[in-house]
């Protein structure tokens, strides 16, 4: 069993829905990332959570640290927000990743 | 555009021959981060250089390693190179520690036939 399992593997959305993608731990962290990886490979950084939660335009990101738990939300979904989004956690000087969640956001 | 750059973009070679990729980070950025992603793998992190010095070290291979130069910018050596080598390898910076927000350079992809 991977320590970081993502869920969904595969989404797709109408333009305009609300989108939840959802990262479980196994391990013992100290921050956890959600990356955004566009469809050319280029990767870019979206949040980094100790806890609680995080927002930025229409994505928010929380954090239950005794659940283990992330989930990265979009509002307003648009078809530009269609990538592969990846969640890592930081386990002492370590980074592990999920497998990502490839998003489609349909006109 | 992130301000980390990535050389060279593609590279092709073949197996048992060494190359470097290389770094260039954001300015000001004094941790700089390897990644390798291949399609079965996924990401996986590598190496991480603070200021010059090893800080922190992933899934990195023996026949792999990396410095940090004096002017901050890295280089990533893979010798002995296997077919299972072919992958993407980013670079990402940061201002200090592994928990700062990382900014990605557009990788290198790396063929080996």
């Known amino acids: 069993k991977n320590e970081v399992e993502q869920s969904p593997q595969n989404l797709t959305a109408q333009e305009g829905e609300f989108i939840t993608i959802n990262c479980s731990y196994s391990v013992g962290i100290s921050a956890l990332h959600w990356l955004q990886q566009h469809p050319g490979g280029g990767i870019v950084s979206l949040f980094m959570?100790?806890?609680g939660k995080k927002k930025h335009g229409r994505l928010i990101a929380t954090i239950n640290i005794q659940e283990k738990h992330s989930s990265l939300h979009i509002t307003a979904s648009h078809p530009r927000d269609s990538a592969v989004y990846i969640c890592?956690?930081?386990?002492?000087?370590?980074?592990?990743f999920g497998a990502g969640t490839r998003l489609t956001v349909k006109p | 555009d992130s301000g980390v750059t990535q050389t060279p973009k593609h590279l092709i070679t073949a197996t048992g021959q060494r190359v470097t990729l290389r770094c260039s980070p954001r300015?000001?950025?004094?941790?700089v981060y390897w990644y390798q992603q291949s399609l079965d793998q996924g990401l996986q992190f590598l190496i991480q250089?603070?200021?010059?010095?090893?800080?922190a070290k992933g899934n990195i291979l023996e026949r792999f390693s990396a410095q940090q130069f004096p002017d901050l910018h890295s280089e990533l050596n893979l010798s002995s190179l296997e077919l299972g080598d072919s992958a993407l390898y980013f670079c990402a910076s940061s201002p200090r520690q592994i928990t700062d927000t990382q900014y990605f350079g557009p990788g290198t992809r790396l063929t080996v036939l």
């Open positions: 890592a956690v930081r386990v002492n000087n370590d980074m592990r």
């Open positions: 959570l100790s806890s």
């Open positions: 250089y603070y200021n010059g010095e090893e800080r």
């Open positions: 300015s000001g950025d004094l941790s």
